[in-house]
């Protein structure tokens, strides 16, 4: 009998016909947490997106479960240490999003400075009585051009966007648990201790992923390094403590910042809607782009099958499950 696999998501459909082609799919878009504890009962695999937490509570109920699928580069959304526990393997979605996320990282920040969406609402709100008053209400935005650009994280992501840099005229600085001797090769990246390139660069661009050692690591006393700065956040929203980063919003402490992603999603009001000119917020939506989605779906597919035949994928999240039940005792095709 084939196995048993939950799409929980509005899949493309060609990576859910590949799928459809080796196991049994069972499609529940977007079910709540007792919609997932009722159904993942019997299923030896699922794909999800983030919208979808995998939590203890409902990994408890996950009896035949053997792999979790994220059509995601981020994971947090899921308990990898209780799945590890169970012998259940976690994959990702890894190189497939870099370039839209750095495309889209970078259209955040030249929004940020130079007030692109501020001056959307300006217009269309009839604002516009006369190029005086526009030179008036606009003459502190500024250009990426010459400034200094600090990354923090760079993998696939942060790569990308280090690549883009150096076409705007600034200059690259990164900071990485593990120093890239390749994009400081390729760029002419310079290399930072976290709170010396906090303190250097004009902007600091967050590509991180959310771990027990990156929550929070712009806290507040970090944040108040970035007196003057700008602040982008591409990775996931606890990397920043929000608190103080609103406290230092008020404070005028920041220039600036911009954001695809929250501490707490979906977001229906923050306080930093009150910052209109300080801030460009959007729904957590960098990597949907139609060449992507696909291609993640077809990748997020493969890691599902390879789990089932035994094999173990690159992608693969924990690789301590492997101590815990060995990959030849998952397989089931």
Known sequence: MKPKVGVFFKMKSGPLNELKKHVQVVLIPYPNEEELKEVIRDLDGIIIAPVTRITREVLEEARRLKVISCQSAGYDHVDVEEATRR??????VSGLLSEAVAEFALGLL?????KIHYADRFIREGKWESHTQVWKS???VETLYGKKVGIVGMGAIGKAIA???PVFGAKVYYWSRTRKKDIEREVGATYLDLDELLESVDIVVLALPLTKETYHIIDEERIRKL???YLVNIGRGALIDEKALVKAIKEGIL??????????EP????????FEWETVLTPHYAGLANEVLEDMGFRAVENLLKVLRGEIPEDLVN???????????????
């Open 87 to 92: 012998g259940v393997y976690v994959t990702k």
């Open 227 to 229: 007196k003057g700065k």
């Open 267 to 274: 977001v229906k009001e923050h306080e930093l809607f009150r």
């Open 138 to 140: 606009f003459k502190s």
């Open 255 to 264: 220039k600036g910042f911009a954001t695809d992603v929250f501490e707490n």
């Open 163 to 165: 690549r883009r840099l």
């Open 319 to 333: 690789k301590e499950v492997l101590k815990v039940r060995p990959i030849t005792s998952v397989k089931m095709l």
């Open 110 to 114: 030249i929004n940020l400075m130079r």
